[in-house]
Nanobody, 124 residues
């Protein structure tokens, strides 16, 4: 499994972005995927999680109502649509594969096969 994030950029407050998390492996549809973010000097923070089938999703309180996670298993891609962006959303955004048994979905230690990340910067 090798995940590649893309779609980040520099935007103004209130703008929208759609991040992508792509994998070239044929087994991508078997994995639950999580999006996390990390600002300099801070711990990696949970943003959203989606089950393998896409029928179950979870969000951090900071993401509810503004972000939407989805997936297209035919394209081996998970998306994170982000609306009404705020300066506090500024961070590197990472996707990872959820490993059952390692912990709760909100804990970054329950994930593996992280991508290299994509930077989101929101100016005020």
């Amino acid at each position: 499994v090798q995940l590649v994030e893309s779609g980040g950029g520099l935007v103004q407050t209130g703008a929208s972005l759609r991040l992508s998390c792509a994998n070239s492996g044929r087994t991508f549809g078997r994995f639950s995927i999580g999006w996390f973010r990390q600002a300099p000097g801070k711990e990696r923070e949970f943003v959203a999680h989606i089950s393998a089938s896409g029928t179950i999703t979870y969000y951090a309180d900071s993401a509810k109502g503004r972000f939407a996670i989805s997936r297209d298993n035919a394209l081996n891609t998970v998306y994170l649509a982000m609306n009404s962006l705020k300066p506090e959303d500024t961070a590197g955004y990472y996707c990872g594969v959820y490993i059952p048994g390692r912990g709760i979905y909100r804990n970054y230690k329950a994930y593996d096969y992280w991508g290299q990340g994509t930077q989101v910067t929101v100016s005020s």
